[in-house]
Structures are given as structure tokens and as C-alpha cells.
């Protein structure tokens, strides 16, 4: 019989609080209390950068998780063109931040490895 992974609960909680403001900002639009398309046309980028932190949750998923809150982030500084960046003159940042987070990430796994092997040794 195949064994079930359990559910993480850490991550249905995140997710149910993000469904509850979603829900809650919607239905005020709806309803002509407030007005959020201004904001959601100026912000939309943090809704990458939330679902990026989700992933750092899980130790599977963290490098994935830096890298769409890495695209986050530049897709924000575009939209608001803060330090005049724009898609065209920007997009080789993220090449660098590619090349940045490969190296970070080799480093960290010899590391590990490294101490894996030094935790078999001492046993």
C-alpha cells in the first residue's frame, strides 16, 4: 500500500487567510464600499511574492520560493518604474539574480553535504 504524506497544516492556514482577504477586498469592490482596482492595477506583482513566501515554508520548495519573490520584486519595481527601471532596460537583473542564486544555492548544498558527511563519520 502506498503511504499518504500528511497534509501541512502551516500551509492550509497561509492559504485560507490568503482566500479570506482576497474574498473580503472583492466583495468590498463589489459592494461600492471601496475601490481597489487603482491598487491592484499598481501592486498586482505582490500577489507573486506571496505565493513565493509560501514556498520558503517548505524546505523542497525554498529556492523556488526566493526565485518568485525575486521576480516579484522586479516585476513591482517595474510597475512603479522605481530607478526608472522598465521590462526593456531591466530584464538583465535577472539574469544576475539567476547567476546569483545558482552559486548561493551550490555553495549551500556543498555545505550541507559536507556536514552530512561529517555527521556519518562521527556515528
Avoid: C, N
Avoid at 512603479?80 to 537583473?93: A, C, N, V
Avoid at 539574469?95 to 556536514?115: K, P, W, Y
Amino acid at each position: 500500500m502506498s503511504e499518504k504524506k500528511p497534509h501541512d497544516k502551516s500551509d492550509q492556514i497561509f492559504w485560507g487567510f490568503l482566500f479570506i482577504a482576497a474574498g473580503t477586498i472583492l466583495l468590498l469592490q463589489r459592494l461600492g464600499i471601496s475601490d481597489f482596482g487603482w491598487t491592484m492595477r499598481r501592486f498586482w506583482p505582490v500577489i507573486v511574492i506571496v505565493i513565493g513566501a509560501s514556498k520558503l515554508f517548505h524546505r523542497g520548495t525554498i529556492w523556488a520560493g526566493l526565485w518568485l519573490m525575486s521576480i516579484g520584486v522586479w516585476l513591482q519595481m517595474v510597475t512603479l518604474h522605481i530607478y526608472g527601471f522598465t521590462y526593456g532596460s531591466s530584464w538583465p537583473l535577472l539574469l544576475v539574480i539567476l547567476g546569483g542564486g545558482m552559486i548561493v544555492r551550490t555553495i549551500a548544498d556543498s555545505f550541507r553535504r559536507r556536514d552530512a558527511e561529517e555527521g556519518e563519520r562521527h556515528v
